[in-house]
């Protein structure tokens, strides 16, 4: 992973589907389903299957090389 961007939370948490859009890593919600059902979206170093997922700060999210650190 080249360089991790940082994004902050207005909330306790986000889900990983809005993370995705949120950070331009999906384009729409139908493009970030298509990346986690094909398993290229990395959560804190494993696959995660879970669109839904609830990411907190700390959580690194990775997507082609690109990450993403919750702040």
Do not use: H, P, W, Y
Not at 2 to 10: H, Q
Not at 43 to 69: A, C, F, K
């Amino acid at each position: 992973m080249s360089d991790i961007k940082e994004i902050g939370l207005r909330d306790e948490f986000i889900r990983l589907g809005q993370l995705l859009k949120l950070a331009n890593l999906a384009e729409n919600g139908i493009d970030a389903r298509r990346l986690v059902e094909e398993g290229l979206v990395i959560v804190n170093g494993d696959i995660e299957t879970r669109r839904g997922r609830q990411l907190r700060s700390g959580d690194v999210v990775e997507v082609n090389g690109t990450g993403v650190r919750i702040a």
